[in-house]
């Protein structure tokens, strides 16, 4: 069973940057597909971006040009470069291992961006 662990998040003014970092432990990471997901007060939780084992992404429409997605095997880590960061990104941002139809979260981690 994995776990997982996100750090990164915090305040940031408009227009700026910050990198989230997943790390995985207790199973094998090279094997899942890692995803960011964001669930912004009052807001369904969507996905924002997707990374498979073999590394192919896949973006929200409304980040594509601004944010990253990348995974590391040999650190059991995904990472999320987020740039020109708008208010609208505010969020709480979740990492998820996914594998077989079955997900497992993190806990989250928030990020504000102040206009």
């Known amino acids: 069973q994995v776990q997982l662990v996100e750090s990164g998040g915090g305040l940031v003014q408009a227009g700026g940057s910050l990198r989230l970092s997943c790390a995985a432990s207790?199973?094998?990471?090279?094997?899942?597909?890692m995803g960011w997901y964001r669930q912004a007060p009052g807001k369904q939780r969507e996905l924002v971006a997707r990374?498979?084992?073999?590394?192919?992404?896949d973006y929200a429409a409304s980040v594509k040009g601004r944010f990253a997605i990348s995974r590391d095997n040999a650190k059991n880590t995904v990472y999320l470069q987020m740039n020109s960061l708008k208010p609208e990104d505010t969020a709480v941002y979740y990492c998820a291992a996914e594998r077989l139809g079955s997900s497992k979260w993190g806990q989250g981690t928030q990020v504000t961006v102040a206009s």
């Open positions: 207790g199973s094998i990471f090279s094997n899942y597909a």
């Open positions: 990374v498979s084992n073999r590394g192919n992404t």
